[in-house]
């Protein structure tokens, strides 16, 4: 199994950025891609972003142009970065592989997008 740690959350104003990390440990060898998902107050889990350990990115049509996906194999972390933050971003993300399979969701880094 290969578990995560979400980081990097945190409360930021509109029009704000931030950077998430997901610190993967385990069985990484089994993996081929990273994702990062969000789940947003009463709503159900979404895709956010796609990045492959050969570097390939892709996005939701939400995360097009303002996040970052990437991957660091020296310390199998991935990292979202979320510019232009909307209150519409507030949501917990979570990290796992793409697309997801069997291993263990973590516990999630809250965003809150908000004056």
């Known amino acids: 199994q290969v578990h995560f740690v979400e980081s990097g959350g945190g409360l930021v104003q509109p029009g704000g950025s931030l950077t998430l990390s997901c610190a993967a440990s385990?069985?990484?060898?089994?993996?081929?891609?990273m994702g990062w998902y969000r789940q947003a107050p009463g709503k159900q889990r979404e895709y956010v972003a796609r990045v492959s350990f050969g570097g390939q990115t892709m996005y939701s049509n939400s995360a097009e142009g303002r996040f970052t996906i990437s991957w660091d194999s020296t310390n199998n972390t991935a990292y979202l970065e979320i510019h232009t933050l909307k209150p519409e971003d507030t949501a917990v993300y979570y990290c796992?592989?793409?697309?997801?399979?069997?291993?263990?969701w973590g516990q999630g880094t809250q965003v809150t997008v908000s004056h």
């Open positions: 796992n592989e793409a697309p997801v399979r069997t291993n263990p």
């Open positions: 385990g069985s990484i060898s089994s993996i081929y891609a």
